[in-house]
T-cell receptor, first 112, second 116 residues
Framework: KQEVTQIPAALSVPEGENLVLNCSFT??????LQWFRQDPGKGLTSLLLIQSSQREQTSGRLNASLDKSSGRSTLYIAASQPGDSATYLCAVKRNRDDKIIFGKGTRLHILP | DTEVTQTPKHLVMGMTNKKSLKCEQHMGHRAMYWYKQKAKKPPELMFV???????INESVPSRFSPECPNSSLLNLHLHALQPEDSALYLC???????????????FGSGTQLSVL
């Protein structure tokens, strides 16, 4: 059974710092992995999607990496801003027609 | 238009009421989803519709009844809910037509449901 773990559960960093959020999964046979952002009481926004054949994806200040063999993904946020404060969720899909399994998320707070 | 629109944003209902949640997208997506999310927990999948047909039902109680009238609309009919059903209900869509770029989920802002 696929399990997705995100550590830490919460993180506070000063504005301007670079930071890394971690995601691990127990079954390396995945179809893809997505990173989402969720603001309180709102829906989720897909940030980056990495296919199983890819090693990383970049969008602006965000970079996500995938290491299937070790069951790990990281989300790197460069030059953090207060507007980056949100909960970040990692989610994996086992195969094309399967459901997405979410981690519990990391609540990020960027201190002005 | 890259939005998934959910109405209402907030809903308070009694345990004997019947209500419906609505979701709409005009991105031409052929897969639509209902998720339930409790506070500080990840979303839990409830239902998936693919090409207007129910393809996944995650053993959801029958007091939740989904409906997909057409490719742009998804409803969730609620009847005789329990207080523990109070949660944020999220609708999502994806292109659902295969291909590596078609997997991204687009979420609505959700309906915050309180059952009294």
């Amino acid at each position: 059974k696929q399990e997705v773990t995100q550590i830490p559960a919460a993180l506070s960093v000063p504005e301007g710092e670079n930071l890394v959020l971690n995601c691990s999964f127990t079954d390396s046979a995945i179809y893809n992995l997505q990173w989402f952002r969720q603001d309180p009481g709102k829906g989720l926004t897909s940030l980056l999607l990495i296919q199983s054949s890819q090693r990383e994806q970049t969008s602006g200040r965000l970079n996500a990496s995938l290491d299937k063999s070790s069951g790990r993904s990281t989300l790197y946020i460069a030059a953090s801003q207060p507007g980056d404060s949100a909960t970040y969720l990692c989610a994996v899909k086992r195969n094309r027609d399967d459901k997405i399994i979410f981690g519990k998320g990391t609540r990020l707070h960027i201190l002005p | 238009d890259t939005e998934v629109t959910q109405t209402p944003k907030h809903l308070v209902m009694g345990m004997t009421n019947k209500k419906s949640l609505k979701c709409e997208q005009h991105m031409g997506h052929r897969a639509m989803y209902w998720y339930k999310q409790k506070a500080k927990k990840p979303p839990e999948l409830m239902f998936v519709y693919s090409y207007e047909k129910l393809s996944i039902n995650e053993s959801v109680p029958s007091r939740f009844s989904p409906e997909c009238p057409n490719s742009s609309l998804l409803n969730l009919h609620l009847h005789a809910l329990q207080p523990e059903d109070s949660a944020l209900y999220l609708c999502a869509s994806s292109r659902g037509q295969g291909g590596l770029t078609n997997e991204k989920l687009f979420f609505g802002s959700g309906t915050q449901l309180s059952v009294l």
